[in-house]
């Protein structure tokens, strides 16, 4: 009922920066917050960055200063602009949205497949 896709992972050199954004689709009655996680291998999936509905956000320690997530409503797409990146930011990125589809009274939590990003020293 709700998709939501990512798109600008990539190979980059430390201290370079990317854009991540994901795009919900579907039919969608309403999204709340919106959010990314990463997970590199042999590790948890972590919380990088989320954002509210009404644009509040919050960052993981490891990340602030250096990343910045913002959406866009009209478009249902959230974004996280990745600066300063470094080898411990290589990961698999996810994107997740809290979101109500239509016709139903429910909110679910819903994920993205999942970007590369890759960082190299």
């Known amino acids: 009922q709700v998709q939501l896709v990512e798109s600008g992972g990539g190979l980059v050199q430390a201290g370079g920066s990317l854009r991540l954004s994901c795009a919900a689709s579907?039919?969608?009655?309403?999204?709340?917050?919106m959010g990314w996680y990463r997970q590199a291998p042999g590790k948890q999936r972590e919380l990088v960055a989320s954002?509210?509905?009404?644009?509040?956000?919050n960052y993981a320690d490891s990340v602030r200063g250096r990343f910045t997530i913002s959406r866009d409503n009209a478009k249902n797409t959230v974004y996280l602009q990745m600066n300063s990146l470094k080898p411990e930011d290589t990961a698999v990125y996810y994107c997740?949205?809290?979101?109500?589809?239509?016709?139903?009274?429910?909110?679910?939590?819903?994920w993205g497949q999942g970007t590369q990003v890759t960082v190299s020293s």
């Open positions: 997740n949205a809290e979101a109500r589809a239509r016709f139903s009274t429910s909110t679910y939590l819903y």
């Open positions: 954002i509210s509905s009404g644009g509040r956000t």
């Open positions: 579907g039919s969608i009655f309403s999204i709340n917050a």
